[in-house]
């Protein structure tokens, strides 16, 4: 008794052999390309990481040094009214007070520009860096009425500029605070799009996964099928003499 038709029974063995061949083609090819795809993605992300880290952490430490040193130039200050009685002890704290004043303007501009790029909202920068220029040019008018063989002299200059350090150390230091904040915002955003950008590969490739052993069920199917139509090694046999 003759089988009923089933699933693919009726079409031809070339058929179905080159349907089997090219769903292992395109199966083969989707996870060739999906693999590369995969790996591309994954290293520029990895690089992107890696540079973006970099640029948040030289954006940290020049916040870092320009507080640092404005500190050294406010104790330099000190030093001049303090120890500058002595002209080669005042020429020398006064050179420092100047390197160090020069070194924060520096590192302010630098911090300007590597926020900039780093993408970092931090307005505070230019009023900083004003703030700081304002200081320098009150520090040296102050000094001028400074006398090394009157003890007196310091304290009026001291009474002068008084206290003006006091907001641009506040500034520099709610700077460095406010990078370091919005530093780990950013890593932060950046280790979260990592984590659904792997959860979304996980799920693409237990899709291919899925495929894969769904086109080895019906290769196997087919294959099967193909076997079960091909006629009985006798029956050919036979075929072949009665041709004779």
């Known amino acids: 008794m003759k089988e009923p038709n089933i699933f693919l029974q009726d ?4 058929t179905r ?6 769903i292992f083609i395109v199966l083969v090819i989707g996870i060739g390309l999906y693999s590369f795809i995969a790996i591309v993605e994954t290293n520029k992300r990895l ?10 952490a030289r954006t940290i430490e020049t916040a870092r040094l320009a507080q640092v040193h404005f500190k050294k130039q406010v104790q330099a200050w000190k030093n001049i009214l303090l120890r500058g009685n002595d002209e080669d002890s005042f020429k020398r704290h006064l050179r420092i007070f100047n390197e160090e004043d020069r070194l924060v303007t520096e590192y302010l501009q630098m ?11 931090v307005p505070e920068i230019g009023e900083a860096i004003k703030v700081h ?3 320098g ?10 006398k090394a063989s009157d003890l007196k002299s310091a304290v009026m ?7 003006i350090d006091r907001k641009p150390t506040e500034q520099i230091d709610a700077i460095v605070d406010l990078i370091k904040v919005q530093t780990e915002q950013r890593l932060k955003a950046t280790t979260t799009m990592a984590k659904i950008k792997l959860k979304a590969y996980k799920v693409y490739a237990y899709f291919l996964l899925f495929l894969v ?20 090694e006798g029956n050919e046999n036979s075929r072949e003499s009665e041709e004779l």
Not at 213 to 232: E, H
Request: glycine residues 10%.
């Open 157 to 163: 200059v001291d009474k002068k500029v008084r206290g």
């Open 213 to 232: 052993v769904l086109s080895v069920g019906f290769g196997i199917y087919n294959a099967r099928s193909i076997i079960k139509d091909l006629p009985p």
């Open 137 to 146: 040019r009150r520090y040296r008018e102050a000094l001028k009425g400074y």
């Open 47 to 56: 690089n992107n990481s890696v540079l973006e880290g970099e640029v948040m």
């Open 11 to 14: 079409t031809s063995l070339r």
């Open 17 to 22: 052999v080159i349907i089997t061949v090219g």
């Open 133 to 135: 220029e304002e200081l």
């Open 111 to 121: 911090l300007s520009q590597a926020a900039a790029k780093a993408g970092l909202s």
